[in-house]
């Protein structure tokens, strides 16, 4: 994460001066782990897979999300933080130990969501998933409907693009809708000499579609955060608290945390004007557009933090 927040800008400064509003960002995924990076700030958790209360996560894929987007770096003395290390985290379980899901689970997630966004503040959700693509065609079209209908209550939704790119219109079936952040994977790995590194594997828009797909890139190539095993030995060292993930379920992440941060700091603005200041300031990598759709996102442009 130290090498992800120095590529797009995202200081200090800027993680932690600007905040004037607690902002929740909601996590539909595989669970979430009792990692000390999240400290006391998850707010909310259920299960839509097995029906379990406790808090948990049997795949490691929402741990690690979830730390990209708020850990607190507590166990690296903030190298591995996440993009938003100060907001809260509202959990739901609708991914199983394999990372599968059904569009029934996503649908009660999403549901879960717009019930609750009022009573947990809910103002970001990140969907590092790709459920539907092999379901009912009318099913995928009333789960859109549901996503669209959080978008208009003003959360702003961030979904991955997918990985199964390079194809035309490979995108995830949630990542094609309108209102949506859809976000593709860039290698990451550059400080300015090469800006062509998106990943082939990212998913790519249809060229027929009247609007660019995926929206933005971020890196999302082995990204560290939050490892569900880590464990205390028996002097109390923490050990392998992080680990190292890649794909757009990485990307996506990062976006959604920066969506939490620049909430932060216009926390009156709606989820279309945070989309529309993202894609603005967003760095055209001058290749194909549905590649990079406007650029890479750029998060000291966005927060205006000089």
């Known amino acids: 994460m130290d090498r992800v927040k120095k590529q797009l800008g995202c200081t200090e400064n800027i993680q932690y001066s600007i905040a ?17 990076d999240f400290e006391d700030r998850v707010v909310a958790f259920r299960d839509f897979v097995n029906g379990r209360q406790e808090r948990y996560d049997d795949s490691g894929h929402g741990t690690h999300v979830a730390g990209c987007i708020g850990g607190s770096g507590r166990l690296s003395n903030g190298r591995f933080s996440g993009i938003a290390p100060t907001c809260r985290l509202c959990v739901g379980k609708v991914l199983d130990e394999r990372g599968e899901g059904s569009i029934e689970s996503m649908y009660h997630g999403l549901l879960w969501v717009l019930e609750n966004r ?22 995928v079209e009333e789960l859109s409907g549901l ?57 790519r828009g249809r060229e027929d579609l009247p609007y660019r797909k995926p929206d933005l890139v971020a890196p999302g190539t082995d990204v560290v955060s939050c490892n569900l095993t880590w464990y205390r030995d028996r ?37 279309s004007q945070v989309k529309r200041q993202m894609i603005y ?11 990079q759709g406007w650029g890479m996102l750029d998060i000291q442009n966005l927060c205006r933090y000089y």
């Open 235 to 271: 002097r109390g060292v923490y050990r392998d608290p992080y680990t190292k993930k890649s794909g757009t379920s990485m990307a996506t992440p990062i976006v959604s945390g920066a969506a939490a941060l620049y909430l932060q700091k216009y926390p009156y603005s709606n989820s």
């Open 20 to 36: 004037t509003e607690e902002i929740c960002v909601a996590v539909l995924d595989t669970g979430i782990g009792n990692h000390p």
């Open 281 to 291: 300031t967003a760095r055209d990598l001058g290749i194909e557009w549905n590649r």
């Open 147 to 203: 996503l669209e209908r959080v978008c208009e209550q003003g959360v702003v939704v961030v979904c991955a693009a997918g990985n199964k790119g390079p194809g035309e219109g490979t995108l995830s079936p949630l990542g094609e809708s309108r209102r949506v952040i859809t976000v593709g994977c860039h290698e990451g790995g550059y400080f300015g000499a090469r800006k062509d590194l998106c990943e082939n594997y990212s998913g």
């Open 118 to 139: 009022l009573r947990y503040r809910i103002r970001v959700l990140n969907i590092s998933v790709g459920i539907g693509e092999d379901g009912d065609k009318e099913r």
